[in-house]
């Protein structure tokens, strides 16, 4: 039976416990699919790294309960499986209920809970705080628990004295640890590709996990023993859900030139799979190095990440600039989110207050700021786009710390929050054959968008 990671609350080490798993487990060779509950890129990069597959989101806002289960079925398909769950158990997308928490998902794949519990400041309280998570919800199944900052031996000698009365059982004990430390900076952990040290880190959690965890219990609790297979009725994957009639009639196998490197890296691997399993063919190239675009592509995929922190090294690459605005000023179908619209504004404004000269197509600039801006938006698209139809509406994420000097004078979309209209929220750009937006996107309950955009893209391809 997989298993699902949770945390008490935000901050409590349920990343820090989910690397040291999966890292011991590959030490040992053994195959492991990780999932992550909710909107993030960051974590499910670490995972990726670890496992060598890529790890799946699981987000019944972004897509549907149906496709969750419908996902985690699909790739459930390794030796052992584990999900790492989102902020705190029972936090759901407005924190009135526990809609798209780690509760619902674990409810909805019905799997059983590892709590990690921070203990760094409890001794006996300790049983009254999972006491009150083991009986708030009693639909959910506990497998064990993780102390995690326990300070010494005499401090774990009162949790466990605590705790016995509950019978559950004491899977891990993590003690304080100084020399396991994610670096993290204004939009969560350091990613992957920028941490030099990346090796000696996974190799430390490797060696914190195989002495933490007590293996002969957990492991059976991580056996992917097929019990997925009987979540769904093994339903087609989403992209046979499209009928024939709006399947992209398509004349060749256009090419999609897709921003991968270190300034560009937020993508959902199911939207990558979805453009693939509907006839696109995918060609990563790097904006940081690479002179020009690939040969014979016939559309632009531009992902968030953190242009801001390589704004010096886009700016100097005028090659690659030019490449790029020539090819959206000819029309080529281009899909940019996030960073990827921040890049292509006239200039993005860096932490330091420099300017520095972006693609140019959008008349704007993006500027860095402290003021975060997050949650779950409900866009409806106002104009037609090379991705959507106007009347569309979708779900999406935003999570970003820049602004747009100037905002679009025709928004593409009118954004509503997750609980209720967001005032005068109006966002997201729409010309030339150009959608760019703060808005995330996961593609995996809507594959008529991606259909769409492929479609767009062969279109240009026929007549350039």
């Known amino acids: 039976m997989p298993l699902l990671i949770a945390g008490e609350r935000s901050g409590v080490g349920k990343t820090t416990v989910t690397l040291a798993l999966l890292s011991s ?22 995972h990726t790294v670890v496992t060598g597959r890529s790890c799946r989101n699981l987000d019944p806002v972004l897509t549907s309960e149906a496709y969750v289960q419908h996902c985690f079925n699909q790739h459930s398909t390794a030796e052992y499986t584990l999900v790492e769950g989102v902020m705190g158990l029972f936090d759901g997308a407005t924190g009135a209920d526990d809609w798209a928490s780690t509760a619902h998902v674990a409810r909805l794949l019905n799997l059983p809970i590892l709590l990690v519990v921070d203990c760094s400041r409890l001794s006996r309280s300790i049983a009254a705080v999972v006491h009150g998570y083991c009986s708030f919800d009693p639909r959910l199944r ?39 430390t994610i670096p993290d900076r204004h939009l969560g952990l350091v990613p992957t590709a920028e941490l030099s040290e990346l090796t000696e880190l996974l190799d430390r959690l490797a060696t914190l996990g195989e002495q933490t965890f007590d293996w002969t219990r957990i492991l059976p609790l991580l056996k992917n023993d097929g019990v997925a297979s009987t979540l769904t009725n093994n339903s ?30 937020f993508y959902y691997a199911d939207n990558w799979d979805l453009l693939e ?41 005028q090659s690659a600039q030019q490449a790029v605005r020539s090819a959206i000023l000819a029309g080529m179908p281009t899909y940019g989110e996030c960073g990827g619209l921040m890049y292509l504004t006239e200039s993005l404004i860096d932490f330091a207050g420099k300017a520095w000269q972006m693609i140019g197509v959008l008349p704007t600039t993006s ?3 402290q003021r975060l801006t ?33 905002p679009p004078a025709t928004p593409f979309y009118h954004l509503q929050g997750y609980d209720g209209p967001i005032p005068g929220q109006r966002e997201g750009w729409q010309q030339h054959a150009l959608q760019a937006s703060y808005v995330h996107l996961h593609w995996g309950a809507c594959p008529e968008l991606p259909a769409r955009f492929i479609a767009n893209c062969d279109r240009f391809a026929q007549v350039n």
């Open 367 to 369: 500027q860095m700021g």
């Open 374 to 406: 997050l949650g779950y938006r409900r866009a409806i698209a106002q104009q037609d786009s090379p991705l959507m139809p106007a009347g569309t509406i979708v779900w999406g994420h935003e999570f970003h710390r820049s602004t747009l000097v100037t």
């Open 142 to 180: 506990f497998a064990g628990i993780v102390l995690n900052r326990v300070g010494s031996d005499r401090h774990l000698d009162l949790l466990k004295a605590a705790l016995q009365p509950l019978e559950l059982p004491i899977l891990g004990v993590l003690r304080r640890q100084d020399n396991i």
């Open 25 to 46: 487990l590959r030490r040992w060779q053994s195959s492991v699919q990780s999932f992550k509950v909710g909107p993030d890129y960051i974590d499910p990069m670490f």
């Open 236 to 265: 087609d994957p989403p992209s046979r859900s499209i009928t024939q009639s709006r399947l992209p009639k398509l004349r060749s196998r256009p090419r999609i030139a897709v921003a991968y490197d270190q300034a560009f890296s």
């Open 277 to 317: 399993s509907l006839g696109a063919e995918l060609v990563f190239w790097s904006p940081l190095t690479a002179t020009s675009l690939p040969e014979g592509v016939s559309g632009l995929y531009f992902g968030g990440g953190f242009p801001e922190m390589f704004a010096a090294e886009l700016a100097a690459n």
